[in-house]
């Protein structure tokens, strides 16, 4: 017997849309972290880049825990001396809400090459408009859904529809 190790060829693109609306920081950075190495997929490969895409929207509504807008420190150097800048989780969510899941998503990949290609697979926006409908399969029904939770039902008196279709379109 064989160990399967797939081709360049056998992987196709998927796309994964996430609502970060509600969702705890690091819990929704982790789950991001591995969609995008495809550790969900059967056919994962350490070595090879699997080609699951995020898209992640409403960024500037995640949700942090303790008095972390307050204490966590974001730092950069601007290279010359005494040019060390911080920035406070706060700030950084109201002036560029996008950055934060960006960096504790890149805090949990690889800090090597693969890493770096890995992170260009995400796409994070501030709102809940995306310009990535037609590579998501039922776009529209993803984007409204959230992360983690059941889809919305017709009406209230209805049975609930069973397990979600998984498509590629959402990460639960």
């Not at 017997?1 to 992987?11: A, L, Q």
């Not at 705890?24 to 080609?51: C, E, W």
């Not at 969510?93 to 949990?108: D, F, N, Q, W, Y």
């Not at 693969?114 to 310009?131: D, M, N, S």
Request: proline share 8%.
């Amino acid at each position: 017997m064989k160990t399967y190790s797939p081709k360049k060829s056998d992987i196709r693109p998927v796309w994964h849309v996430i609502d970060a609306q509600g969702q705890v920081l690091g819990r929704l950075a982790a789950r991001i972290a591995h969609v995008l190495q495809g550790k969900g997929r059967p056919t994962y490969s350490p070595h090879m880049d699997m080609k699951d895409y995020v898209i992640v929207v409403n960024a500037e509504r995640v949700r942090v825990t303790g008095k972390k807008l307050r204490d966590k420190v974001y730092y950069h150097h601007s290279g010359y001396p005494g040019g060390l800048k911080e920035t406070t989780l706060g700030d950084m969510l109201k002036r560029h809400p996008t950055r934060v899941i960006e960096k504790a998503v890149r805090g949990m990949l690889s800090h090597s090459p693969r890493g770096r290609q890995i992170l260009r697979h995400l796409k994070v926006y501030a709102g809940p408009e995306h310009p990535h409908q037609a590579q998501v399969i039922g776009g529209e029904r993803a984007s409204q859904e959230r992360a983690g939770a059941a889809p919305p039902r017709s009406s209230p008196a209805a049975p609930p529809s069973g397990e979600l279709e998984k498509a590629g379109e959402e990460v639960g």
